[in-house]
């Protein structure tokens, strides 16, 4: 009986300091979020922007108007999906449509927009790139990144969505939710690269 007890309470033990270490990466990770673009005036030799949402697309476009690089690229296009409709679907309302817009049509997920990305970056001789995507997907993009462009300088240009309330986000269910999801996907992405350059 003592000994079911003592490895009952080795189990709990165990149990409860991994819910803490997760607990702790989690307050952590979201400690980390940008809250600002911490370089907004800086020029780079190109913008990319990830798909996923209007915002980020719509402030490629506002930032490639603005002269802040000369060339744009957007990854994970869904197939089939023209410039025109692209611009279309965020209802950009600018009578003219900027010059040098790429659209990538072959990313599904974030390592698959950084590969994409950098064979773009390659072709076009590009060394540094201002990247476009929401706050909370930020860390993990910048992983993938940097992994597979390690020869390009990155400026992080994070959007933030007013459905996610990076303040007081334990709050509110939604934000919550894909908080913990992207938390894990960025363990998960840190894992995996940091495993390939030990095995490497």
């Known amino acids: ?4 007890l003592r490895n009952l309470f080795r189990l709990v033990f165990i ?5 803490a270490i997760w607990l702790f990466g989690l307050v952590w990770f979201i400690g980390t979020l940008p ?6 005036a800086r020029k780079t030799d190109a913008i990319v922007v990830l798909t996923g ?3 980020r697309l719509g402030e490629g476009l506002k930032l490639l108007r603005a002269g802040l690089a000369p060339r744009l690229f957007v990854s994970g296009v869904p197939s089939g999906v023209d410039l025109a409709q692209l611009l279309q679907s965020i209802d950009d309302r600018e009578t003219s449509t900027p010059c040098c817009i790429t659209l990538g049509h072959i990313a599904a997920d974030t390592p698959g927009n950084a590969k994409e990305s950098a ?3 390659r072709q076009e001789g590009v060394r540094s790139i201002r990247l476009v995507t929401g706050a909370y997907h930020m860390p993990r993009s910048l992983i993938e990144f940097k992994a597979a462009a390690p020869g390009i300088e990155l400026v992080p240009h994070p959007v933030f969505p ?3 309330r990076q303040e007081a ?6 934000t919550s939710g894909l908080l913990i999801g992207e938390y894990h996907k960025f363990v998960l992405a840190w894992l995996l690269n940091n495993l390939d350059d030990t095995l490497q």
């Open 1 to 4: 009986m003592r000994r079911l």
């Open 15 to 19: 149990a409860g300091l991994v819910v």
């Open 35 to 40: 809250d600002r673009v911490a370089e907004p």
């Open 53 to 55: 949402g209007s915002l």
């Open 119 to 121: 064979v773009w970056a």
């Open 162 to 164: 007013s459905t996610v």
């Open 169 to 174: 986000w334990w709050r509110f269910r939604g």
